[in-house]
T-cell receptor, first 112, second 114 residues
Framework: QQQVRQSPQSLTVWEGGTTVLTCSYEDSTFNYFPWYQQFPGEGPALLISILSVSDKKEDGRFTTFFNKREKKLSLHIIDSQPGDSATYFCAAQNYNQGKLIFGQGTKLSIKP | DAGVTQTPRHEVAEKGQTIILKCEPVSGHNDLFWYRQTKIQGLELLSYFRSKSLMEDGGAFKDRFKAEMLNSSFSTLKIQPTEPKDSAVYLC????????????FGPGTRLTVL
């Protein structure tokens, strides 16, 4: 089934803390997993992505982990900053297809 | 390079009206997507074009929603007739295609149907 489940729906973290968002999927043909970040009044923008041949990808304070056996992925934000407050979407794709399947999103608030 | 452009940014319509939303994808991109975004349903795919050919028309949205690619650099989404439940943000996105996953999104059009 082509569904991506994301949790939590909303999350509040203190400035400097670590944020963890998680997603799960069922379709074993998915092999590309991007995370998008959306600020109010803007469209989503690609934050970080990972292919199913990897288990970890890092970009500055953002790291995404992928567990193929459990069909789960996560996004970790270390030293969370108020500027990270946004809605985050995980997504999944079969690399041979063009469309992405998006999770429901997590509204993240970082409190100073 | 210009990003994805969407016009108008805001639209208010009376129930039963026809509205047309416009999108200009990133130059050179082959795939174009229309999404509807609401707090309850999240991001819902309305239409997907590859090299101007319709690949997916979003099933449940077929009856009143029609997306077209008039050329490789311009797309429209027509909603006819509008209903209050259509109030949402409509996002257009484009990508290189050919299995390259990154989608570039426009800022969206916020539609309010009274």
């Amino acid at each position: 089934q082509q569904q991506v489940r994301q949790s939590p729906q909303s999350l509040t973290v203190w400035e400097g803390g670590t944020t963890v968002l998680t997603c799960s999927y069922e379709d074993s043909t998915f092999n590309y997993f991007p995370w998008y970040q959306q600020f109010p009044g803007e469209g989503p923008a690609l934050l970080i992505s990972i292919l199913s041949v990897s288990d970890k990808k890092e970009d500055g304070r953002f790291t995404t982990f992928f567990n193929k056996r459990e069909k789960k992925l996560s996004l970790h934000i270390i030293d969370s900053q108020p500027g990270d407050s946004a809605t985050y979407f995980c997504a999944a794709q079969n690399y041979n297809q063009g469309k992405l399947i998006f999770g429901q999103g997590t509204k993240l608030s970082i409190k100073p | 390079d210009a990003g994805v452009t969407q016009t108008p940014r805001h639209e208010v319509a009376e129930k039963g009206q026809t509205i047309i939303l416009k999108c200009e994808p990133v130059s050179g991109h082959n795939d174009l997507f229309w999404y509807r975004q609401t707090k309850i349903q999240g991001l819902e795919l309305l239409s997907y074009f590859r090299s101007k050919s319709l690949m997916e028309d979003g099933g449940a949205f077929k009856d009143r929603f029609k997306a077209e690619m008039l050329n490789s650099s311009f797309s429209t989404l027509k909603i006819q007739p509008t209903e209050p439940k259509d109030s949402a943000v409509y996002l257009c996105a484009s990508s290189l295609g050919g299995g390259r996953g990154e989608q570039y999104f426009g800022p969206g059009t916020r539609l309010t149907v009274l």
